[in-house]
C-alpha cells in the first residue's frame, strides 16, 4: 500500500493537497475518514481550542499522527472515536456524518484504544475483552472465537486467564490493543499504542498494524517518530490543531536538512515542520 497521486482541493483561497493511498484509495478516502473545517473546543464554556479548521482525508491503510504535545492529537482521536463532539464543520467516518445522535451502529465498525483506559483489576485477561466485545455489541455466539484470534494477535492466548492486576505495563497496553481489534473494525483509532512496549514488542506491533491496514484504515496517535517511519504508509502532521503536513514518510523526511535537529531524516523532517525556536 503507498502513495500513488494527490488530490487537490481549493477551499477559500487556500490550497489543501492530500495524498491518496492505494489504487483503489479514491473510495477508500470516501468512505473512512473525511474533515472539513473542523473545530473541537474542549473545557467548556472556558475551555480552548483544541482542533482549529481541520482537513482531513484518510483511507485504507496505516496511518501516523504526529505533533509535539497540546497539538490537538488526542482531542481528534477522541473525536473520531465519537467520544468528543465536533464544534464546527464536518466530519464523516465510514461514510456516516457525525452529528452526536444514532451513533451506535458506526461505533460497533469502530476500533479505539485511548492513551489512558480503565479495567477492574480483578477481571480475567479473558473477561475484559470478552466485556468490550460485548459492548461493541458483537454477536455472543462470536465473541469467544473474535476474543481469542485478538489475544493471539498480542502474544497473550496463554495469559488468558490471568487477573488484568497481575500484568505489567505492556501487557496492559497488549490487552487494550486486543479490545480494540476484537471486533475487526474497518477504522481503527490507536492512541499512543506502543507505550511500555519492549523494543521486540513494538517490531511485533508493526507487522500488526501492517497486516490490519491491509483492509482497515488505522490512525496511529504516537511521539516516537521511528514507529512511523517503520509502520505508517501516510503521515499525519498537526501543530496547534491545524494540520502542517500529510505525506508520506519519505516526503516527511524530504523537508528536513542537516541543520535540523534529529538523528535520523524522518525526524529531521518532522524538526523543520514543527520549529520552536529551541524550547522544549
Not at 7 to 31: A, I, L
Not at 184 to 201: C, I, N, R, S
Not at 224 to 253: I, K, M, R
Amino acid at each position: 500500500m503507498c502513495v500513488t497521486s494527490q488530490r487537490t482541493e481549493n477551499r477559500g483561497g487556500r490550497t489543501t493537497v492530500f495524498p491518496v493511498v492505494g489504487s483503489d484509495s479514491k473510495e477508500n478516502w470516501m468512505q473512512a475518514i473525511e474533515a472539513d473545517s473542523l473545530v473541537v473546543r474542549v473545557g467548556g464554556r472556558r475551555g480552548r481550542t483544541a482542533v482549529n479548521g481541520l482537513d482531513l482525508r484518510l483511507g485504507r491503510g496505516v496511518h501516523g499522527l504526529l505533533g509535539p504535545n497540546g497539538a490537538g492529537k488526542t482531542t481528534l482521536i477522541r473525536t473520531l472515536a465519537t467520544v468528543q463532539k465536533p464544534t464546527a464543520g464536518t466530519l464523516s467516518l465510514l461514510g456516516t456524518p457525525l452529528r452526536g445522535t444514532g451513533m451506535r451502529p458506526l461505533r460497533r465498525r469502530l476500533g479505539y484504544l485511548p492513551q489512558h483506559f480503565g479495567f477492574y483489576k480483578r477481571f480475567k485477561v479473558r473477561e475484559f475483552v470478552e466485556y468490550l466485545a460485548w459492548l461493541k455489541e458483537m454477536p455472543a455466539a462470536e465473541i469467544p472465537g473474535a476474543v481469542h484470534r485478538a489475544l493471539d494477535r498480542v502474544g497473550l492466548a496463554d495469559r488468558a486467564e490471568d487477573r488484568m492486576k497481575s500484568l505489567s505495563g505492556g501487557m496492559v497496553r497488549r490487552v487494550g490493543i486486543a479490545q480494540a481489534i476484537v471486533n475487526e473494525p474497518e477504522v481503527l483509532l490507536l492512541d499512543e499504542p506502543t507505550v511500555g512496549l519492549d523494543p521486540a514488542q513494538r517490531l511485533r506491533f508493526r507487522e500488526l498494524v501492517a497486516e490490519l491496514g491491509r483492509q482497515s484504515c488505522v490512525l496511529i496517535s504516537t511521539h516516537l517518530v521511528e514507529d512511523v517511519a517503520a509502520a505508517c504508509t501516510d503521515v499525519v502532521l498537526v501543530s496547534e490543531g491545524s494540520l502542517v503536513f500529510q505525506g508520506t514518510p519519505a516526503d516527511l523526511a524530504a523537508r528536513g536538512t542537516r541543520e535540523h535537529v534529529g538523528d535520523s531524516p524522518i525526524e529531521r523532517g518532522y524538526s523543520a515542520l514543527i520549529s520552536s525556536g529551541g524550547a522544549w
